[in-house]
């Protein structure tokens, strides 16, 4: 019906209630073409995070309609943002989000257990997102044994493993170094370019923001400015191989 | 599905090792407690039984005095002591007796092949086999003649052969001769064992024919103690009050007169003391619950302890995409897990305890499958309450709430 993977309109998020009320999205309209890789900036508590947690089905908007590839997001119930997760999305946080003591193969198999894929099927699907994001031989090692760098690209394999539609990371590089950050960028990149994933990004900063193609600047809950990048940084940093497939 | 959310509790008990040892243990030592506990109590009271059915079922016992059971007031203060004849009238004119065996005793020491060893002897008639419920591991009886003229002869327990004659059990000392105080007896019968208990050695004894006791032994005429079996399924209450008649009237008691005898039933005896040990044993298991309830609110520590952990971990599952019932049913699984493998392992511990246990204290080891039962459902039912509450506040979550949660 629509060309449209995302469309937001007119999207308010409230939290809290009486004195403490306090409007986080004051009325968010945003749209996202399939294939895009997107850059959300802005200063903090302009309600990033709470648009990207929207976007990405973790939390209900207050009012407003949120319509994924034309469905009506807002409308769902609980174990239908479930399945649409499961099926659609992937997810990066600034905390890695990684089961402790669990090894990297085990944690990037997360998600294709609750579509209940066969152990020999999560099994390479596992290994090869592993590949893809330069981990090979890591598979054994648990979060506490691998550098933040190494941590994060475990989430990325776990983010890709299921061949979502979408990438959402909210801050990725937040807790890493400039080299490091370089690499997760190249690789996001590599995966918006080499296979279609539309990445939608929260970031702080604007080395990184210059991999987007598009820039959406948000201030006090409104989005304030909605640019093209015409010149997207996509130099890949050289340490790891980028051009290997998922 | 549930296979693979149940693969899934499954690691994530073994990836959480202390965690799940922890929880466990509170339910082990619980588990362990209860049924160590039941089972030993059971044991004792069926040793008690035991002992009691080995007495001879069904048995009166009449003592002089007016006090309890065991003829500790036994003729003494000037009470008439029992004849011969008392049990010869209590066969003739009471119904639904089977044997009557007046005793005597006397404490002696018995010597032959060269060893000698202190016990007791008792001089009664053949009934005295019957109403005790004795057995001959070897030999015979007394013949009639024997009892009539008293003759030396005499039944040894098992306790008796094997301190004076050692050998095969039952076997060696037949025919022989056993010198009792200043004469000597012929050994013509061997009582089968009865075993050791809670009463004592019962086959630490000499038996003579009565005659032979009064003539040889005490040289008076008394009698201690009037043993008197029943009919099987006889009703013991109209039976006693016949012989408590009959003994009044033999005793020359007048109306006023109190009872300067008493009765003692066996059956009585077995049923004061089961419910006795029934008592303790239901005492012994309360008190293990209460370690059982310990255990339990060990797990529930636990759980809300690791529950900040947890949380996290189920934000970060419902994120990647898992349903709100399949995490449910994944903690669950866990929780379930736990507790019944700890239920489990405290039934191995449980039965290795009170097996060695009873074998130590003498007692026979009774299995009891309801209370394995109730405690392993009991420990399921802690793993659930604990471990699956927590679990529910958070699956209930928003997800990203959830993945918030410090
Ligand atoms: N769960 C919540 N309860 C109440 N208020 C909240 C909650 N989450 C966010 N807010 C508020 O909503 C506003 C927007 O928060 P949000 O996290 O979206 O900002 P952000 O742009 O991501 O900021 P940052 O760059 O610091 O991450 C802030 O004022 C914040 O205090
Ligand atoms: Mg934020």
Redesign the interface.
């Known amino acids: 019906m629509s060309e449209f993977l995302i469309q937001l309109k007119g999207i308010k998020k409230k939290y809290g209630v009486g004195a403490s009320e306090l409007m986080a999205l004051k009325g968010i309209d945003l749209d996202i073409m399939p294939g895009e890789f997107v850059a959300i900036m802005g200063p903090s508590g302009s309600g990033k995070s709470t648009a990207m947690n929207i976007l990405g089905c973790l939390d209900t908007p207050s009012s407003g309609q949120y319509l994924f590839k034309g469905a009506h997001v807002e409308a769902l119930t609980r174990d239908q943002r479930a399945r649409l997760r499961r099926r659609y999305l992937g997810f990066v946080f600034q905390g890695f989000n990684l089961l402790a003591r669990t090894s990297a193969q085990e944690n990037v198999e997360l998600p294709l257990l609750y579509r209940g894929d066969d152990a020999k099927v999560r099994r390479a699907a596992a290994s090869r997102a592993l590949q893809s994001v330069g981990l090979s031989g890591w598979e054994n090692h648990t979060p506490s044994e691998l550098s933040g760098g190494q941590q994060q690209r475990v989430a990325i394999a776990r983010a890709i493993v299921t061949e979502p539609a979408v990438v959402l990371a909210d801050e990725p590089t937040g807790n890493l170094d400039t080299q490091r950050s370089h690499e997760i960028m190249g690789l996001l990149v590599s995966l918006n370019k080499d296979h279609g994933i539309t990445v939608l990004m929260v970031t702080h900063e604007p080395d990184m923001a210059a991999y987007a193609r598009r820039m959406v600047h948000f201030v006090d809950g409104n989005i304030a400015k909605d640019v093209e990048n015409p010149h997207p940084n996509n130099v890949a940093s050289g340490d790891i191989d980028l051009t290997e497939t998922i | 599905?549930l296979y693979?959310v149940f693969m899934?509790a499954l690691?994530s008990v073994r990836?959480?090792m202390l965690r799940s040892f922890l929880t466990i243990l509170g339910i082990v030592i619980g588990v362990a407690a209860v049924i160590t506990m039941v089972t030993l109590g059971n044991g004792a009271t069926q040793a008690i039984k035991t002992q009691i059915s080995s007495l001879g079922t069904n048995l009166l016992m009449v003592n002089p005095g007016q006090r309890g059971p065991g003829g500790s007031g036994g003729g003494g203060g000037g009470v008439p002591h029992f004849t011969a004849a008392d049990a010869l009238a209590i066969q003739a004119e009471i119904g639904g007796v089977v044997a009557v065996a007046p005793l005597g005793r006397a404490s002696v020491t018995v010597v032959a092949n060269g060893r000698n060893w202190a016990t007791s002897v008792s001089g009664s008639t053949n009934d005295w086999f019957e109403t005790g419920n004795w057995k001959l591991a070897n030999g015979r009886i007394f013949e009639l003649e024997e009892q009539v003229a008293g003759s030396a002869v005499c039944v040894i327990g098992e306790t008796v052969r094997r301190e004076i004659y050692g050998g095969t059990e039952g076997l060696t000392g037949l025919g022989k001769l056993l010198r009792v105080k200043q004469f000597s007896c012929e050994v013509v019968g061997i009582l089968a064992a009865k075993g050791q208990g809670g009463m004592g050695d019962q086959d630490d004894l000499v038996v003579v024919p009565l005659q032979t006791l009064q003539r040889r032994i005490t040289g008076s005429r008394k009698v201690d103690v009037l043993m008197v079996s029943m009919q099987d399924g006889a009703d013991s209450v109209p039976l006693k009050a016949s012989l408590r008649q009959l003994m009044r009237e033999r005793r020359k008691l007048a109306e006023a007169d109190d009872d300067n005898f008493n009765i003692f039933d066996t059956q009585q005896l077995a049923e004061t003391l089961s419910s006795t040990t029934k008592v303790l044993t239901t005492l012994l298991g309360a008190v293990a619950a209460v370690s059982l309830l310990v255990g339990g609110i060990g797990i529930m520590n636990i759980m809300l302890v690791s529950v900040t952990?947890r949380t996290?971990?189920i934000g970060?599952?419902?994120?990647?995409?898992?349903?709100?019932r399949?995490v449910l049913l994944q903690f669950l699984i866990e929780a379930v897990v736990l507790s019944a493998l700890g239920g489990l392992i405290g039934i191995i511990i449980a039965t290795a305890a009170s097996y060695s246990l009873s074998m130590l204290m003498k007692v026979p080891y009774v299995f009891d499958p309801f209370i394995n039962f109730l405690s392993l459902v009991f420990s399921a039912a802690i793993g659930i309450v604990f471990g699956y509450f927590p679990a529910r506040r958070a699956a209930r979550m928003?997800?990203?709430e959830a993945?918030r949660h410090e």
């Open positions: 599905m693979s899934l690691r990836r959480n952990e996290r971990e970060l599952r419902l994120a990647v995409g898992a349903l709100e399949e928003d997800p990203i993945l």
